[in-house]
């Protein structure tokens, strides 16, 4: 359960999806100022969210027949990190823009969002998110080139 809680911030009881990917955009933002990560470092977490993610949805859905409960946040993690993938992190006007549209195309779940979001497959849970990061990552990547 740490896992789909992303460490217990889906146990938040106020705005879990957004405690958690604000948690990621900080974490993101530390990695990148601090340690230096390369693309390489970025895709790979990338990919151990998402892998983990569909790991832990795929019980909830098989198991315990749960379909994205509040408290799964995965998604979120995965999202958000993938919005933010080879974009300037240390930018704080990126940042807040990426995390803005993410969350904002998270909860609206516009197009084909939302379609996606409504699958009754347990991959429904971690795509929407996945979907929502691309108009966050191109915001990003458009506000770079221009800043």
Not at 65 to 90: S, Y
Not at 115 to 139: F, N, Q
């Amino acid at each position: 359960m740490s896992i789909a809680t992303f460490l217990g911030i889906g146990l938040f009881p106020f705005m879990p999806g957004t405690f958690a990917s604000l948690v990621t955009a900080c974490m993101a933002y530390v990695l990148a100022r601090y340690a230096g990560m390369s693309l390489s470092v970025e895709i790979a977490v990338f990919l151990f969210f998402v892998l983990s993610g569909l790991l832990s949805a795929r019980d909830l859905v098989r198991h315990k027949d749960i379909k994205d409960p509040k408290w799964f946040v995965m998604d979120e993690v995965a999202g958000m990190w993938m919005a933010l993938i080879a974009l300037p992190k240390e930018n704080i006007i990126i940042l807040v823009a990426v995390f803005l549209v993410f969350r904002l195309c998270d909860i609206f779940k516009p197009w084909i969002i939302g379609k996606v979001d409504r699958m009754e497959h347990y991959s429904g849970i971690m795509l929407d998110d996945i979907l929502a990061a691309v108009p966050a990552w191109l915001t990003g990547f458009i506000l770079w080139r221009l800043l």
